[in-house]
């Protein structure tokens, strides 16, 4: 039934994204933690999505899907740490956790730019949430053409 698989691939977009969302909002929430339980600065991390695949389905089936451009949906493989960008590196000798220099390591957290994704994540929410409806309205369009 390809209306509930495109109800079913919007449906997995927006629990994707709504995860990152909460992932976004620990970024921002931990921009200023300077101490962790693990020791040392909160490190940001990123939500990594991929394609969510049928485990059901034949070579053949996979090859017409591909070939038809037909997806299953999204889902999240993984959250990571963001090794990659430097963490800040600030001078407050008054702070608790200055080093022997009087400079305090602060998380990698961009604000701008996790706001830029906050943005991002929610128009991308917005879409899946609009295309389902207009998926559930040509359904009920179609029950209503049997009466």
């Not at 939500?47 to 053949?60: D, Y």
């Amino acid at each position: 039934m390809a209306l509930f698989t495109g109800m079913n691939i919007n449906a997995s977009g927006m629990s994707a994204q709504r995860l990152r969302l909460d992932v976004i909002s620990q970024n921002i929430a931990n921009a200023n933690t300077t101490r962790t339980s693990e020791g040392g600065p909160y490190v940001r991390k990123n939500v990594i999505f991929t394609e969510k695949l049928s485990t059901t389905q034949n070579f053949g089936q996979v090859l017409n899907r591909t070939i038809n451009g037909i997806g299953n949906g999204v889902k999240v493989s993984a959250i990571t740490e963001d090794t990659d960008t430097d963490m800040n590196l600030v001078y407050e000798p008054s702070h608790p956790d200055a080093d022997e220099n009087g400079y305090v390591l602060y998380p990698n957290v961009n604000i701008v730019s996790e706001m830029t994704d906050l943005i991002d994540a929610t128009r991308s929410f917005e879409a899946n949430t609009t295309a389902f409806e207009a998926s559930k309205s040509v359904a009920s369009k179609g029950l209503s053409i049997m009466e």
